[in-house]
């Protein structure tokens, strides 16, 4: 098995990992240049931090609002607010006006 290309490029991964230098845990000391030295540090006015206040975002639609309807009457609604250009939102805000006005007629 000495022929075999990938048992000698195996065996000389091997021996190139243990001939390399162990690493240390010696630190690497770098040098020391006080800012007074140093023409770019002393230049640079130290940067401060400030935490920005975000304004606090009044919603359009404040709750969320779920309703339990059938397919039917879900693809109804979908093809009325379709069928006249209006928002779910707009359509769900006439109906409720509606109502109103019949509850109204109702009482009198």
Avoid at 4 to 14: H, M, N, Q, S, T
Avoid at 33 to 53: C, D, G, L, Q
Avoid at 70 to 85: G, L, N, Q
């Amino acid at each position: 098995m000495e022929n075999d290309p990938l048992e000698r490029i195996a065996v000389a991964l091997v021996e190139e990992i243990r001939a390399r230098r162990t690493p240390t845990s010696d630190p690497v000391s770098l040098p020391q240049n006080s800012p007074e030295e140093s023409p770019i540090i002393s230049n640079v006015a130290p940067r401060v931090r400030t935490a920005r206040k975000r304004e606090r975002r009044v919603a359009l639609y404040p709750a969320h609002y779920s309703l339990r309807v059938t397919d039917e009457d879900r693809d109804r609604f979908d093809a009325y607010a379709e069928r006249y250009k209006l928002t779910r939102g707009e359509l769900f805000r006439r109906m409720l006006d509606a109502l109103d006005i019949l509850e109204s007629e109702r009482e009198k």
